[in-house]
């Protein structure tokens, strides 16, 4: 690999080298053309009959190989290919320099001509044509391979050694100079070419560095832009400041209101306590907090400003760097409107509460009225059995009369903590039944139920709490009657009034039953879409399986 790259490297120089030099070429050619015509046309005019006018006539073969290599320069084409030409127009000049010389005759009259014009070309080769060194190498040693050849064959050799040897010596010494001389010029064209390179591969990167820094640049304000047109279009007050708490960025809702309000509306790189002097020391607590934490912070503050004071909610939110908190945007929205709706919507709402805390004051009195009036009625008709029965009428009234009751007081008009509810309703049973040797018991889970849950439950409790009183304990015996309500999963709950008395006849069927009491129990658990368990083992035995439902299939609570 580095071979390869070095043998493309050396290709890349001399293409450099041979392009950088076509104008020196050219010249230099065009001017050993001209100067060789020139001499050539004076010689002839002025000594025509010159015994050494030949020789010029001969050396005038140099001619078109010079037109050539100069014509070469200008067709395009080729020049991409002048290496290779001129190797190849230089190698036909070697065998011209050894036809001349070898047509030669050391005899005759002119000859030392031959010897200056090698020497001529040999320096104008090394001079004019910027050719890779090693084709310098090889047609320099084959123009002087072709004299040395030439010389010996014409016989100069052997008619004048001393003057063989010496033209031969300074031809060489010419050659060896012009390879020195090659050899200095491409190494300073070397050098000069690698720096080029260095420069121009620097260059590259820094023209690349500087358009990503400016792609880099142009992103930024372009995500800057974006960003600052973001916030712009929030109606929201927003504003950004710096860990000095310098703006850095308001958005044009905030700018607008420091117009209306009198404030500096270029408020960038200025402190937030110099734009706002009024500002609380509990807002600047609050950045502070943010660059501290690192969290975001929601706060509800009051604006005075000119004609008014606005409500607000102040979201501050830390914007990191490298994992460190560099600046807080914090946003103020204005919720004035929002907050006198809300505080409309609570004093609706409590006046609601009044209202209905009233309504049922006066449905539990309305039905304590009906109590008293059963209660008067009950002592001017002295027949037992309608005594009892408007005794079952003034319980199931009182159960009813306490679901009011128990709204009447809660702090909540939605739930009725159904425990003491029915535990209230125990003992209203229990006081009616004083004579009885019954001792009570209640295992009550705290479970909270809505009116449409309670008032059946508690109709269906006085039923069968009143029924275990009556008949589970004959001749008044002792007894146990327990009310246990236990919840079994999510929304599932179980009502349980079991007695340890004489137990239900054998072949007792709710079903069938057509006391008003039982109708009443069946109609109510099938309202709350709920289920009945009886268990006659060790006395009588009532489980209702019940939801807890805000309105059972659209049905008044009571209905028979």
């Known amino acids: 690999m580095e071979g390869r790259s070095k043998k493309d490297l050396n290709k890349e120089f001399y293409q450099y ?25 004076i010689s002839s005019l002025l000594f025509p009959d010159n015994v050494e006018r030949e020789y010029y006539l001969r050396f005038g073969i140099a001619v078109p190989f010079l037109l050539f290599s100069i014509a070469v320069m200008y067709i395009k084409p080729l020049k991409k290919h002048l290496n290779l030409i001129y190797i190849i127009v230089n190698v036909l000049l070697c065998i011209s320099i050894f036809m001349i010389g070898v ?37 320099g040693s084959l123009q002087l391979f072709a004299y040395i050849l030439a010389t010996f064959m014409n016989g100069t050799f052997h008619t004048s050694r001393v003057l063989y040897v010496n033209n031969l010596f300074f031809i060489i010494s010419m050659s060896s100079l012009g390879f020195f001389l090659t050899y200095l010029i491409q190494s300073l064209n070397r050098k000069n070419f690698i720096h080029q390179k260095a420069l121009s591969e620097n260059n590259k990167k820094l023209l690349s560095e500087i358009k990503e820094r400016r792609r880099a640049e142009e992103d930024h304000h372009r995500v800057a832009r974006q960003y600052e047109d973001t916030l712009d279009s929030i109606p929201d007050w927003i504003y950004v400041v710096d860990e000095d708490k310098r703006f850095v960025i308001l958005n044009t809702a905030l700018k607008e209101e420091h117009v209306r309000q009198g404030f500096w509306v270029d408020c960038r790189e200025k402190k937030i306590t110099n734009i706002y002097p009024l500002i609380s020391d509990k807002t600047i607590s609050y950045i502070d907090k943010v660059f501290t934490s690192g969290t975001i912070l929601i706060s509800e503050q009051n604006f005075p400003l000119k004609d008014k004071t606005i409500y607000a909610e102040t979201r501050m939110v830390p914007i990191f760097k490298d994992r460190k908190v560099v600046q807080v945007i914090t946003i103020i929205r ?34 304590a009225i009906v109590i008293s009036l059963l209660n008067l009625q009950i002592q001017k008709h002295p027949d037992p059995e309608l005594q009892r029965i408007m005794k079952d009428i003034e319980l199931r009234i009182r159960s009813m009369a306490l679901i009011h009751e128990h709204l009447y007081l ?3 008009l939605d739930k009725i903590p159904l425990a003491n509810y029915l535990n209230d309703l125990a003992m209203i049973i229990l006081s009616t039944f004083t004579g009885k040797n019954v001792q009570l018991q209640c295992h009550l889970d705290p479970i909270d139920v809505t009116i449409e849950t309670a008032l059946p439950l508690g109709l269906i409790t006085n039923e069968l709490l009143t029924n275990a009183f009556k008949y589970a304990f004959p001749d008044n015996g002792h007894g146990i009657i327990k ?23 054998d072949d007792f069927n709710l079903q069938n039953q057509n006391t008003l009491g039982m109708f009443i129990v ?6 709350l879409d709920g289920s009945i368990q009886l268990s006659n083992d060790d006395g009588a035995s009532f489980s209702i399986m019940f939801k807890n439902h805000v309105i059972v299939n659209h049905k008044i609570p009571i209905k028979f």
């Open 17 to 41: 080298y041979l392009e950088s030099s076509l104008q020196s070429m050219r010249y230099g050619l065009i001017f050993t053309t001209i100067l060789f015509l020139v001499f050539a046309i």
């Open 103 to 139: 047509t030669s005759k050391p005899t005759q009259k002119g000859y030392e001509f031959y010897y200056a014009w090698v020497m001529l070309t040999i320096i104008g080769f090394f001079i004019f044509y910027r050719l890779s060194f090693s084709a310098l190498i090889l047609i």
């Open 334 to 367: 204005d919720r004035s409107k929002e907050k006198e709706v809300e505080e409309l919507k609570v004093r609706n709402t409590e006046q609601k509460e009044v209202m209905l805390r009233e309504i049922h004051h006066r449905v539990k009195n309305n039905l």
């Open 410 to 412: 809660s702090d909540n």
């Open 483 to 505: 009310i246990i309500l236990k919840k079994i999963e999510e929304n599932h709950y179980v009502l349980t009034v079991k007695d340890n008395g004489i137990g239900l006849q």
């Open 522 to 527: 069946r109609i109510l658990v099938e309202q």
